[in-house]
């Protein structure tokens, strides 16, 4: 029983030991390759710093200090790179290596490894006492390869177990404390031969020898090129456990070259391969490899394992590493969740949990519980955002580049915030929730949950539920008014009858029509509101252009684009604009934002404008998005393409075009659109489904009776398919195709209505 006790106390201390020894150790680690001669060292040692990066890695070489035989003299360049490292607070790493020419090279035999000894314990003598506590035993001693032979001519697994022996020994005998890291080796996974052993292999023989006893932690390298950090963090970290069992491990060297991977790639895998070497307990460090490219030349992978190009400048991997080090830093690791490549890992308390989550390959979305409804979001780069949330659950898009969410214990504090959009324009069946948004007294933004703020409603034709969305219910309008925390801000609403049409715009004066030239002449080039001529009412807007063509430009870069910046009123059928043409076939564009800032374009290419001195319509169908759009939708700008005709290269060419009368239409309760707002006698709106599998269906418009014919084509032009043929009324027809028989690929509909055709390509994609 005495026995026993004793057994459990001295693992007792043990166990404190290694904890002492884990709680010492910085787990983000970084390689400074040469950083003893690097210029500007205390700016480099900052900006080592300035990540959360909490130790370094470099040698102190053997042949460098000991350069008469048992003399040792140190280079000021060492002392100053130990010394303004530990004035930052960072923790050197010391690789004791390589060979001395004094005594043979590499020391293979008993007198050359007593000479490494005594090296040992003049570089532990020096830095020990400043406080320089982990040092390393070599480096890669698992191979000898053109251009880089740690261990000269081969390698021996029996070699570096007797060298590892005596310098473990020369080292405790200086400094007990010191912490000794052992094997270092490089992972080659090749067959082995006499100048390479595997990595794995090289540790298994190690330790079989017993090298455990001989270090504090077993090291090794890994440079997983076309493997993410999900295919190799767990996998080659376990062949490593299979050998050493529960000895501490360190990865001291792990890098992506960016001439292999793109920089991009490069930030999420160093930030994954850190999250993921946390989920286990045994690895105390991750080193990347390298802080800085070494050199310039663009194929050399040598010259671009940097996290700082060779100018310094950051690249995205060092705010990457930044902020997996700032944000997760030393923070418990409490779980792992991973479904289909996507991962949830949980670090902090179970009160106010950080969470880190990406997608290995791709992308899905997470639904992740919290214990409160507030969180700072954080991406990959360290830009934040805080939400207060409308319930104890936020989710969340993940991707390849990680984000983390950081429980926060109460709200935060708003210096401002502000309600959007400003002026809402709804019809009587609509209803629209808020989009707020603040900034704190740090002036980082947050986005409030409308269900947040307290609301009113002042005026007629909507209610506001208990959530806080507004319902639209009849024609009027009011203003919205949103307090939280003291702050209060304004909506003002307006509510219309979807019957008919609505005027969004007749273009009168004192309207706001900011316009951005693209290769036209400023000086010949103006909009203005204009009293010469009118669609409708007294005013249209005036577009006068001039341009020089440039063959080299095409036709298709001359515009004019006019900020819009209008609220469509409910769900429209379409859009329409009158023109009054020149001669000249311009053709308009119509971009739309929708209530989540999406952006959706497109070509009026049918309704080319080639009509002079009279008005015509242009009308955009908005079905042709299909369901795409989320509303309320804005009319973001309105684009002319100022076009002549036959241009001839340098040549200037100008003229002027009218625009009147921007209205929404809807669709009549009748189904038959009325005829004064249809541009033309027929038109073929875009299939929907597009692309389709097999079903799809077009939707024929027709002003006046006409023989039709509505065809499908393949790419190379052949007749594959009639949907119609023969005389129709006038309306709208839905025609639907079962493509079943058909072979994915590219089709075209052509729509025949008396003298006027249009065609529209669809795409079959089983």
Not at 232 to 245: K, L, T
Not at 549 to 554: A, C, D, P, Y
Not at 645 to 655: I, K, L
Request: net charge positive; with cysteine; proline share 6%.
């Amino acid at each position: 029983m005495r026995h026993k006790r004793l057994f459990f106390f001295l693992a007792a201390i043990a166990l404190c030991s290694l904890l002492r020894a884990q709680g010492n150790i910085p787990y983000y680690g970084i390689q400074t390759h040469f950083g003893q001669g690097r210029a500007e060292l205390d700016s480099l040692l900052q900006a080592i710093k300035d990540a959360g990066i909490g130790a370094i890695r470099d040698e102190v070489y053997w042949h460098e200090i000991e350069t008469v035989r048992d003399t040792f003299r140190f280079k000021p360049e060492h002392d100053a790179y130990i010394n303004g490292a530990l004035a930052k607070g960072l923790k050197p790493l010391i690789i004791l290596d390589y060979g001395n020419d004094l005594y043979g090279g590499t020391p293979r035999d008993s007198v050359q490894r007593a000479a490494f000894a005594r090296y040992c314990k003049a570089v532990v003598g020096r830095y020990a006492p400043k406080g320089v506590k982990h040092y390393e035993i070599w480096n890669e001693p698992n191979l000898c390869v053109p251009g880089f032979c740690p261990w000269n001519p081969g390698p021996k697994a029996e070699e570096y177990f007797a060298l590892l022996k005596v310098a473990y020994a020369a080292c405790k005998s200086v400094d007990s404390s010191v912490f000794i890291v052992g094997c270092a080796t490089s992972p080659l996974d090749e067959p082995e031969t006499a100048q390479k052993i595997p990595g794995v292999e090289f540790i298994k023989r190690v330790f079989a020898l017993g090298g455990k006893e001989y270090m504090d932690a077993v090291s090794f390298h890994q440079y997983p090129i076309g493997r993410t950090p999900e295919q190799w963090v767990s996998y080659e970290i376990g062949r490593i456990q299979a050998v050493v069992g529960n000895k501490p491990m360190w990865i001291t060297e792990v890098g992506y070259p960016t001439n292999l991977v793109t920089e991009d790639n490069q930030a999420n895998f160093i930030a994954r391969s850190y999250l993921l070497g946390r989920t286990i307990p045994q690895l105390q460090r991750i080193s990347w490899y390298d802080l800085q490219n070494d050199c310039t030349d663009p194929g050399n992978a040598e010259c671009r394992y940097g996290i700082l190009r060779e100018d310094r400048s950051p690249k995205p991997a060092y705010k990457a590493l930044k902020t997996v080090a700032t944000i997760v830093g030393a923070q418990t690791f409490l779980g792992m969740e991973s479904t289909n490549n996507a991962y949830v890992l949980t670090f902090g308390s179970a009160n106010l949990p950080t969470y880190a989550a990406w997608h290995g390959s791709s992308t899905s979305l997470r639904n992740i519980t919290l214990a409160t409804p507030y969180v700072a979001l954080i991406d990959r780069d360290g830009i934040k955002k805080t939400k207060i949330l409308p319930g104890n659950s936020i989710a969340v898009t993940l991707t390849q580049n990680p984000i983390f969410i950081v429980t926060l214990p109460r709200a935060p504090g708003l210096k401002k915030f502000q309600i959007t959009p400003r002026r809402l324009l709804l019809d009587s069946t609509q209803t629209y929730e808020m989009n707020v948004d603040g900034e704190d007294s740090a002036a980082v933004p947050v986005s409030i949950a409308p269900r947040a703020l307290q609301w009113t409603f002042i005026g007629s034709g909507g209610s506001l539920d208990s959530l806080g969305v507004f319902h639209a219910s009849a024609t009027g309008s009011g203003k919205l008014v949103g307090s939280y925390q003291g702050l209060s801000d304004t909506c003002f609403v307006t509510i219309v009858s979807a019957k008919g049409t609505y005027v969004m715009s007749d273009f009168a004066p004192g309207e706001q029509w900011p316009i951005t030239w693209l290769n036209l002449d400023s000086a010949g080039s103006s909009f203005a509101i204009s009293k010469e001529r009118a669609s409708t009412g007294s005013t249209s807007g005036k577009l006068r252009y001039s341009f020089r063509f440039s063959s080299q430009l095409g036709l298709t870069q001359y515009r004019a684009i006019l900020q819009a910046q209008i609220q469509l009123p409910g769900k429209p059928d379409s859009i329409a604009v009158d023109v009054y043409g020149d001669g000249n076939p311009h053709r308009l564009e119509f971009r739309f934002v929708d209530a989540f800032g999406e952006v959706f374009s497109r070509t009026a290419g049918d309704q080319p404008v080639t009509w002079n001195g009279i008005w015509n319509p242009v009308r955009m169908y908005l079905k042709s998005f299909g369901a795409s759009f989320d509303y309320p939708v804005t009319l973001d700008r309105l684009t002319v393409y100022c076009v002549a005709n036959s241009p001839q290269h340098d040549s200037v060419y100008a003229g002027t075009i009218y625009l009147d009368n921007l209205r929404a239409i809807y669709v009549s309760t009748t189904g038959v659109a009325d005829k004064a707002t249809i541009p033309f006698s027929c038109d073929l709106e875009q299939n929907f489904p597009n692309p389709f599998n097999p079903n799809t269906r077009y939707v024929v418009r027709l002003n006046e009776e006409a023989e039709v014919s509505l065809k499908i084509y393949d790419i190379v032009g052949r007749e594959v398919a009639i949907l119609l043929e023969g005389k129709m009324t006038p309306g709208i027809h839905a025609i639907p195709w079962n493509a079943g028989h058909m072979p994915t690929g590219v089709y075209f509909a052509r729509l025949k209505a008396g003298k006027e055709t249009r065609i529209r390509k669809t795409v079959l994609a089983k």
